[in-house]
């Protein structure tokens, strides 16, 4: 009886690993179907932070002098073998290109500080998945206008190539945070406030970072996690990201390690996607979301910072439930706040729209025992592109109208999972036209009209919001919040 049985699991087993073989070569051999790969694609850059090579206790004027090296190594290996033609002309990577960042007056791929003239607080502040510092500089210089030091970090692999994250790991990341962090620390002066600031991938950084802070007297813990388009759970498929080194290793299939290769005309982000960079992202977020609820079972979690954190209701790139799930509802703090921006709801575009998304919302404003305030941005009638914010405090079953003199631009369905740290104005995401000799072309009002399949990069990639048209209410209560554990920290030193 036992034997029939184990060679029925042994013929199923077989099958299965056949089933994945299969699949495996299918989608390898559709890898091959993607554009070229170029040098930035194929390329090393010894130079960048590794934590198994440099560690983790180097100060940050030692990783920014490996930085530096590793700019030059960009500059020597990438920009000097570009070709001169009319091609690759908005080619970040062109040396008199329009969009190379290195001929804009401040490349900020590159981490840096802004010091105000009194320092009244620290920040860390960390970017998102193929971004760079670039994506918080305007949160940067409303916390620098504010008195608090800022250090934009650059986290390897990023701001240079695609390829840098093509072999980075979660650890070389959370390696350079801590490096971030005692800087931050040393800048910031004693008895002020630490502020940790996250965007997507970052913002899981920022909680594992605090996640390990918890009861470890040799990690300074920060008094206030500020997190826009939170990274806490993305796709399960990133679980079997890795597959792809069973084939990829054959020069015949090596863009099968490449989720996509696309033209790298943004300054600022990578346009291509390694698979690793999504693997490492899914490990990260399990990491989080494990800790998360190991701390809360324990009972752990009462010195776990206050979080603030923005988020589109509609978003592509990660899951927008996972940070109620994940983190709102392990965490039992009255000061914690969620501000969600909803879709645009006037009738005549509603019609055009797959899902009025109104689950969560509805879990949400119906409840009256949430232990955190919840913001809601959203038309004021289905009428009217007039926003107001909803507000909902902590174990409230009301929600107040507040006013905030914002509209929806015209043509605009809902935000993205890009938009939220960007101001309308920016120069490159933004809705206005570059600044002469300051930026290159702007990304954000461009309005493609065509045939299909002419264009080299996706269309849907081009017609995705890049900038937020509320965030005047993402700086009002980043603001609010920094003037908060400023006076908080006056009041403890006196």
């Known amino acids: 009886m036992i034997r029939p049985i184990i060679k029925w699991v042994l013929r199923a087993f077989i099958t299965l690993l056949i089933l994945i073989a299969i699949i495996i070569l299918v989608r390898a051999f559709g890898a091959r179907q993607m554009a070229d790969l170029d040098i930035w694609h194929t390329v090393n850059l010894e130079s960048e932070f590794r934590t198994d090579r440099d560690g983790d206790q180097i100060t940050f004027d030692t990783y920014r002098d490996i930085e530096a090296r590793l700019f030059e190594e960009l500059n020597q290996k990438i920009v000097r073998r570009v070709p001169a033609d009319a091609e690759f002309r908005i080619n970040r990577y062109h040396p008199d290109g329009l969009n190379n960042p290195a001929t804009f007056p401040r490349n900020w791929n590159r981490s840096y500080e802004l010091i105000p003239p009194a320092i009244g607080g620290g920040a860390l502040l960390l970017h998102g998945l193929t971004d760079s510092p670039y994506s918080l500089r305007k949160v940067a210089q409303v916390l620098a206008a504010e008195g608090v030091y800022v250090l934009g970090l650059r986290l390897p692999g990023h701001g240079t190539i695609p390829a840098g994250i093509r072999s980075a790991t979660r650890d070389d990341w959370l390696a350079a945070v801590r490096i971030g962090v005692r800087q931050v620390m040393l800048r910031k002066g004693a008895g002020t406030p630490f502020f940790i600031v996250g965007y997507s991938n970052g913002a899981a950084l920022a909680l594992k970072y605090s996640l390990e802070a918890v009861g470890n007297s040799n990690l300074a813990?920060?008094?206030?996690?500020?997190?826009?388009?939170?990274?806490?759970?993305?796709?399960?498929?990133?679980?079997?990201?890795?597959?792809?080194?069973?084939?990829?290793?054959?020069p015949f299939f090596r863009k099968f390690r490449w989720q996509n290769i696309g033209p790298e005309y943004d300054p600022f982000k990578y346009n291509s996607f390694p698979k690793n960079a999504g693997l490492q992202t899914y490990q990260l977020t399990t990491a989080v979301q494990k800790q998360m609820g190991t701390l809360r079972n324990a009972g752990r979690l009462s010195s776990f910072p206050p979080v603030i954190a923005f988020q589109s209701l509609v978003d592509d790139t990660v899951r927008t439930d996972a940070i109620v799930d994940y983190v709102f509802n392990k965490l039992d703090n009255p000061q914690n706040e969620l501000v969600l921006f909803d879709i645009n709801r006037q009738a005549d575009t509603r019609a055009f729209l797959k899902s009025d998304h109104l689950d969560l919302l509805g879990r949400l404003e119906g409840r009256d025992d949430l232990t955190y305030r919840l913001g809601v941005i959203s038309n004021l009638t289905a009428d009217s592109r007039m926003v107001v914010a909803r507000i909902k405090a902590a174990r409230s079953g009301e929600m107040q109208t507040i006013a905030i003199g914002l509209h929806w631009p015209a043509g605009i369905f809902s935000l993205s999972h890009v938009a939220i740290p960007f101001p309308p104005d920016d120069a490159i995401y933004g809705r206005r036209l570059p600044q002469p000799g300051k930026f290159g072309i702007n990304l954000g009002s461009i309005e493609p009209r065509g045939e299909r399949g002419l264009l080299r990069t996706s269309f849907e990639q081009l017609?995705?919001?890049?900038?937020?048209?509320?965030?005047?209410?993402?700086e009002r209560r980043i603001i609010e919040t920094v003037r908060k554990q400023i006076e908080k920290s006056g009041k403890k030193n006196r």
């Open 221 to 250: 813990a920060p008094d206030q996690l500020i997190l826009l388009s939170p990274a806490v759970a993305v796709t399960p498929f990133g679980a079997f990201a890795d597959w792809h080194k069973t084939v990829s290793y054959i």
């Open 463 to 474: 017609m995705r919001l890049r900038y937020n048209p509320f965030f005047p209410y993402v």
